[in-house]
């Protein structure tokens, strides 16, 4: 085992912290991310910044809440100045690409008021979130956003696939007894097999991009970003995934009738949206699961096509493995569909780290309980490099003392979690003006607070209540619990990086010349 010299970075789409056999599912198997588990270090208590695909992945490339950094929403520009992923690597002479998703929305207006040319090669870095976009494919593609360039589309159509868009033809969609195309949007479909052969879909097709990647790179340090865009739906899976799970190999749905019981107004306006709405009827639980399962097993063992590759090519020994996913799935718990509120189905990520120096060998197949956020890993990587740190910027901690079983007294004590839904049809219904539409999580060890700018605060007892089943907030006898935590995000919002053009040395250095010469004669201050 060598330090690290090479960074892959994996992350799934909407996989839920609980659906791997690592972390005690009771019926799916995941041996692949179990063995890197095995290698390294699971955390347990790992938080999505804020749970969507855009502000999480924001977060996640630019080491800064979604507070900071100003992407609230999917379709929300990351502003221009924003420094990712590959501005903190690639002056360490590292190769920093994308093999998958990102949900990146440039910033048009700054680019063209900084007159960035978007074709140019600094035009694409600020315009993909820094990555070289080796392979850049965000899924999801009605025809009425269909991406012309798609790269997958074109290598489905030189298989024999035709049509214009075979991504939702053939890889997301059914067919129907005469032939026609049964769209894997309609969630009814989602037990039945996607027309495209298995090792032509969408996660080993990503896998073989990624390990092209790999071998283009030779002797140059890499920082991969391998971004499957499953298990997020469409919840449309290809033989033989599409059937490996039954109805009686799901877990319980988490939810109570009690929460139908004077909920919190805006928890209610969610339970109320038609994407919570299916997932309400329990056809849709055991038509959909088994198909989101089988999708997990897949990108499992494309994974393990992954592990032999890294083996074959002596990889394990110089390259620091971190896998997670960008937030959740309700799946029909506390009522719910999709993702975005901040129960631990949809807020709570899966987090493993491999690390490849020895140093880390006393940890090797523990898990830690230490609360980890998605704003860790660039400080992680640049702890590897040795730095700078760029403490002005970055937001996160180096999970490095965590990974090799030093002491650190300061790590953070509660995690911290946002959400914009003014997007949302919640906010018209409610009638909370687009920019007070916000909600912010404090999870500490007991607690889980959550505050909603014009609405009562939700409180769990996370100690009683794990399942997030039992709202106490308002109610009598914890107004001082309340209280603790809204000073505890006060506090957070208060320590936001927003002085970024100084460096935390220049400052101290600033400081110490100023303690050096002393304080000016009182007869020199205040002066008209």
């Known amino acids: 085992m060598a330090a690290a010299r090479n960074f892959l970075f994996i992350m799934c789409d909407q996989l839920r912290w609980d659906y791997l056999s690592c972390a005690d599912h009771p019926t799916l198997q995941t041996p692949n991310i179990d063995a890197l588990a095995a290698r390294g270090v699971r955390f347990t208590q790992a938080y999505s910044q804020s749970p969507l695909c855009g502000p999480s992945r924001m977060s996640f490339y630019t080491g800064r809440y979604m507070f900071t950094h100003g992407a609230t929403w999917n379709g929300v520009a990351l502003p221009v100045g924003e420094w990712t992923m590959g501005d903190y690597l690639r002056p360490h002479g590292y190769r920093v690409a994308l093999v998958g998703k990102t949900h990146m929305i440039a910033d048009r207006e700054g680019m063209q008021r900084l007159e960035v040319n978007p074709v140019s090669e600094l035009g694409v870095l600020v315009s993909e979130c820094g990555f070289e976009p080796y392979e850049r494919d965000d899924g999801m593609w009605p025809p009425a956003l269909l991406d012309p360039n798609l790269r997958y589309n074109k290598y489905l159509n030189a298989l024999g696939y035709p049509g214009e868009n075979p991504w939702h033809d053939y890889a997301n969609s059914a067919e129907g007894p005469n032939g026609e195309v049964l769209s894997g949007w309609k969630m009814r479909y989602s037990n039945l097999p996607a027309r495209v052969a298995e090792e032509h879909s969408e996660t080993p097709y990503m896998t073989n991009r990624a390990m092209e990647f790999i071998e283009e790179c030779g002797d140059q340090p890499w920082c991969l970003h391998l971004s499957y865009i499953k298990p997020h739906w469409p919840y449309m899976a290809p033989p033989p995934y599409h059937n490996m799970f ?114 880390a060998d006393g940890t090797r197949g523990t898990t830690d309980d230490h609360f980890v956020e998605s704003v860790d890993v660039i400080p992680t990587f640049l702890d590897v490099l040795g730095g700078p740190h760029f403490d002005e910027r970055l937001e996160g901690q180096s999970l490095l003392s965590l990974t090799r079983g030093d ?122």
Do not use: C
């Open 246 to 359: 039954s109805v009686d190999q799901l877990q319980p749905v988490n939810r109570d009738t009690r929460e139908r019981e004077n909920p919190h107004p805006v928890f209610a306006a969610f339970m109320n949206q038609p994407d919570s709405q299916v997932f309400q009827h329990d056809e849709t639980i055991q038509t959909v699961v088994p198909t989101y399962m089988g999708l997990i097993k897949q990108i499992d063992d494309h994974l393990g096509r992954l592990w032999a590759f890294l083996e074959e090519r002596g990889g394990w020994d110089d390259t620091m493995v971190i896998f997670t996913s960008d937030h959740g799935d309700y799946l029909g718990d506390h009522w719910m569909g999709e993702k975005e509120l901040l129960h631990d189905a949809s807020a709570l990520i899966p987090f493993i780290l491999y690390d490849p120096d020895a140093k």
């Open 407 to 528: 002491d650190n007294p300061n790590w953070r004590d509660a995690a911290f979690s946002e959400l914009d839904y003014s997007f949302r049809s919640v906010g018209v219904e409610l009638d909370v003006a687009p920019d007070k539409a916000r909600a912010y999580m404090a999870r500490t060890r007991d607690w889980k607070y959550v505050w909603f700018e014009g609405f009562r605060a939700q409180l769990f007892d996370m100690n009683a209540d794990p399942s997030e089943l039992n709202d106490l907030g308002g109610q009598a006898g914890y107004e001082a619990v309340e209280a603790e935590h809204k000073d505890r995000l006060f506090e957070w919002l208060r320590n936001r990086k927003t002085r970024v053009t100084v460096s935390m040395d220049g400052l101290r250095e600033r400081y110490a010349s100023i303690k050096a010469a002393g304080q000016p004669p009182r007869s020199l201050r205040g002066n008209w």
